[in-house]
């Protein structure tokens, strides 16, 4: 299952009872966000604000807001799915003889089919402003110390100026006028190593936003990928069908087809500009600071657009299912270079990059530092601030097991290793922004080759020979009802 862009995602909703239609007037400063947040709280339906104040365009808004929702949007019933389609990629053997060439033809074919498509006509294009206005769009202010409206699911295309490689990246964007906005990628993000490129070149950087796409392609926008991976064919991937692409109007990338709408630009080297504070991800207000500055050179758009958004703010909000979908579609890679792993758990109040626990096989002595060293240099993993090592009897989706295996299972001084390295730049605690240590805990069991002489317990359990025996015994002991 694939959408044709985002209103094809709202209409299947609507057939699932997932989107509720708002008639009365909105105030896009805090209010729509207040709503918006109430609902997304209880797990409530997709909202499409038909009257935001001052703006003809209608905001929808928590298109992720539940798991079964999102895994929907991705085309499947569990994320899981996705994780086996990757691990299946990854064990693609080269065949050998005639034959197995022949029988693997197929499986290439399909894999060619995700590539993305160039088209000639968009729907993004049914309308293209020359003098184009970031006011027409209704951009939400979500909380009270934001330092003004933002564009909040942006899908920010820009392509290497050396190599052309291309990427997209989710970067927030602060409306500052008519013709200009923040661009919030961090220094460790492609998009800011694009910029970087054209910074030592002297050159302006042509930049695309699209906003609103089908889900897939939003997703992708965020998904942690390697430098060089397109994110459209990602998205390909994903809806097991191509991106379509077309040349945008002022600048020379591609944009995706059935976006809502796409904002052409520039943004200039050496130009910063304060952008924020905004109400984060992480529950707190990262700070006002210096970031380069995207210059508006036409908008085109649909006939009859809408403007998708997001609310972050304290965990747990929407993004939490996003995440939960990257830590399902990305085990079986980080598996592939560290196979000893069997589960992962980034819960959503340790904001994805607070807090990791591991569930691993351990093999060797120090078998869980070498875990937690190899994850610290593994793409965005490198932002993990805590990272715990679980043995593998321990589930680590349970929190309750989680808290009870590490609390016995530690001597705090003995377990605790910190390292340094680059941080979140929205990580407020580190001595410089982007720059900070790293806590790793080893709470598997200790081994006498890690020099623990004394005795190691096991757990209590109770055997099974006993809960058989009970088991048989209980419809004689009058206790139905209270197990
Ligand atoms: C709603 C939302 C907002 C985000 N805002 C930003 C942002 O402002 N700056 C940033 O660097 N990353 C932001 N991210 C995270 C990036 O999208 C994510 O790290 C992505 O993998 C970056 O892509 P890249 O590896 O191609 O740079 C945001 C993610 C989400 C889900
Ligand atoms: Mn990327």
């Avoid at 928590?62 to 899981?80: C, E, H, I, K, Y």
Wanted: glycine share 8%.
């Amino acid at each position: 299952m694939s959408f044709d862009g985002l209103q094809d995602y709202l209409a299947a909703l609507a057939r699932r009872g997932e989107l509720k239609t708002i008639d009365a007037e909105v105030d896009r400063e805090l209010e729509l966000a207040e709503i918006a947040d109430r609902v997304m709280g209880a797990g409530g339906p997709v909202l499409k604000f038909a009257r935001p104040r001052g703006s003809r365009y209608p905001v929808v808004i928590n298109l992720f807001g539940t798991l079964a929702r999102t895994a929907f949007a991705l085309g499947v019933s569990n994320f899981d799915e996705i994780g086996a389609r990757v691990e299946a990629l990854l064990h693609t053997q080269p065949p050998d003889s005639f034959l197995e060439k022949v029988r693997a033809l197929p499986r290439l074919a399909e894999m060619a089919s995700w590539a993305p498509r160039i088209v000639e006509r968009a729907p993004c294009q049914e309308v293209v402003e020359e003098q184009p206005s970031l006011h027409d769009l209704p951009v939400l202010k979500t909380w009270p110390q934001d330092g003004g409206p933002f564009l909040t699911l942006p899908l920010v295309i820009t392509v290497h100026p050396e190599t052309g490689q291309r990427n997209v990246g989710m970067y927030r964007m602060q409306v500052f006028d008519v013709r200009t906005t923040g661009m919030h990628w961090h220094p460790h993000k492609v998009g800011a190593e694009h910029y970087r490129g054209y910074e030592r070149l002297g050159r302006r950087m042509p930049v695309a936003v699209a906003l609103g796409c089908d889900p897939a392609v939003i997703y992708s926008a965020t998904a942690p990928l390697p430098e060089e991976f397109d994110e459209f064919l990602f998205a390909g991937f994903l809806r097991k069908r191509a991106v379509d692409l077309v040349a945008a109007r002022s600048v020379d990338l591609m944009v995706p087809a059935e976006a809502e709408f796409v904002l052409e630009g520039y943004v200039d080297p050496g130009e910063r500009r304060l952008e924020g504070p905004f109400g984060d991800h992480t529950g707190y207000y990262s700070l006002a600071d210096e970031f380069p500055v995207f210059h508006l050179t036409a908008i085109t758009r649909r006939a009859n657009p809408v403007y998708p958004a997001t609310i972050v703010g304290r965990p747990p909000k929407e993004d939490r299912f996003l995440a939960k979908a990257t830590e399902r579609i990305f085990l079986p890679l980080i598996r592939a270079q560290l196979p000893e792993i069997v589960d992962i758990n980034l819960p959503p109040e340790g904001v994805f990059h607070n807090l990791a626990l591991m569930r691993i096989r351990k093999r060797y002595p120090g078998h869980a530092y070498k875990v937690m060293h190899a994850l610290w240099g593994l793409g965005q993993m490198m932002f993990t601030k805590i990272i715990a090592v679980f043995d593998e009897e321990v589930d680590v989706q349970d929190l309750s097991e989680v808290i009870w295996r590490l609390g016995n299972h530690i001597d705090p001084e003995r377990d605790v290793c910190f390292v340094r390295g680059p941080v979140d730049i929205l990580d407020h605690a580190a001595r410089l922004p982007g720059y900070g240590s790293k806590m790793g805990i080893d709470a598997t069991r200790k081994w006498p080759a890690e020099g623990f002489a004394r005795p190691w317990p096991d757990a209590i359990e109770m055997s099974a020979e006993v809960k058989a025996r009970v088991d048989a015994l209980w419809a004689n002991l009058n206790l139905e009802g209270e197990r």
